[in-house]
């Protein structure tokens, strides 16, 4: 008996480092995709993300009127390219306009050679847009924002407000994104929730890497891993720091916080720890391929977003056994059980200074955080079913 596989297609907007792009490499690496012919277009080939793919995943790149669309007018203004600047214009236009359905189909045509029996828009913002205008049989949107806080249709609302509800089916990846998205566009349960898979054989087997960093047992290590972006949180960890100083020097005397990561306020950031004079204290690492070989060196993460849709890497400390201080989000403490195995602070510049001098002066709490993560483990097989189920 043949089996026909069907045609799937995930669709994102880049590759740059970021919880999508590891989201979708573990999901793929974790299902059984045998029964499957999947494709991913990337439609603006930006980032060195999404290379550790299954080798049966065709990757489709987009045509040239994409490389504008996951650039802010700001940040386009700011590279000083002029021909990006008429791209990213042209989309505006386009989208302000309502011609944008007529651009998208004319450019599906150029770059997809087959009818897919589902299309998923793995992110939130032009990736609907993409996949609402094109012939698949199925659509599904993934949502990754939470939209009360950061909505990326705000621009386009009424253009949105119009394309979400012919949506088949709508994803969030916590209770949250689908409460705050509800609020947004009242779809009710057209949109339903399957939160994150994680791969484990994959953060352990990186975790094994060799590394020259060395940290001083007498200090209180502390490591940060995200994109230097306003969302996350890294101008209010460096300012408690510099509060924590000022309060008593004796406090960071002590302590090391590494940043690993780049992002849009990678410069800002550099100058704000240059100005505040700490950068004994604080360093900004920048991008590195594998984060995992130096995460399980450390005593404690620290994650001080304004607002986590999931908090993936939450989940990447923990199975490392190193236990997280989060601010409060809508997953955080569902994630980690606070004051047994992590500590979830009020979502504030005081809620982040108050959690740390609780950890720097009871810093036998670090080992009690360590001891209880002994046994911990994030149980994927609920949603990997969920997911097999949207693609069958």
Not at 126 to 141: E, Y
Not at 151 to 156: D, E, R, T
Not at 338 to 357: P, R, T, W
Request: net charge positive; aromatic share 10%; with cysteine.
């Amino acid at each position: 008996m043949i089996i026909l596989k069907k045609n799937i297609l995930f669709v994102v907007d880049e590759r740059k480092m970021g919880g999508v792009s590891v989201l979708f490499e573990d999901m793929m690496t974790l299902l059984d995709i045998t029964n499957y012919n999947i494709d991913l277009l990337i439609l603006h080939n930006n980032g060195d993300s999404l290379q550790n793919l299954p080798e049966s995943i065709n990757v489709i790149y987009g045509t040239p009127y994409f490389e504008a669309i996951d650039y802010t007018m700001k940040d386009v203004i700011k590279k000083k390219n002029i021909n990006l600047l008429f791209k990213k214009i042209r989309v505006v236009l386009d989208m302000k306009t309502g011609r944008i359905e007529k651009v998208i189909k004319k450019e599906r045509k150029k770059i997809l050679q087959k009818q897919y029996d589902t299309e998923i828009a793995f992110k939130d913002g032009f990736t609907a847009l993409f996949t609402i205008f094109g012939d698949s049989k199925k659509k599904i949107h993934w949502l990754q924002y939470e939209y009360k806080k950061t909505n990326p249709n705000q621009k386009y609302d009424k253009l949105f407000k119009r394309i979400l509800p012919q949506f088949n089916q709508i994803i969030a990846v916590s209770d949250n994104v689908k409460k705050c998205f509800n609020e947004v566009y009242n779809l009710g349960d057209r949109v339903s929730v399957i939160y994150n898979v994680i791969n484990y054989d994959k953060i352990l087997k990186k975790a094994n890497g060799e590394s020259d960093l060395v940290l001083d047992s007498k200090n209180i290590n502390i490591v940060s891993v995200g994109r230097l972006h306003q969302a996350k949180g890294y101008d209010r960890l460096i300012n408690v720091i510099a509060k924590l100083r000022n309060f008593n020097e004796e406090l960071t005397r002590n302590l090391k916080i590494y940043i690993y990561g780049d992002g849009p306020l990678f410069f800002e950031l550099k100058k704000l720890i240059d100005d505040l004079k700490l950068n004994e204290t604080i360093i900004l690492v920048g991008q590195v391929t594998n984060p995992y070989k130096y995460i399980k060196k450390f005593d404690l993460f620290v994650l001080p977003s304004n607002f986590e849709a999931f908090g993936l890497v939450i989940i990447e400390a923990m199975t490392l056994k190193i236990p997280v201080l989060a601010t409060e989000t809508s997953v955080t403490n569902k994630l980690i059980n606070n004051n047994v195995n992590g500590l979830v602070v009020e979502n504030s510049v005081d809620g982040i200074y108050n959690g740390l001098k609780k950890i720097i002066e009871n810093r036998e709490l670090i080992a009690e955080y360590k001891n209880n993560l002994a046994d911990y483990f994030y149980d994927n097989n609920e949603q990997l079913e969920k997911i097999k189920q949207i693609l069958d």
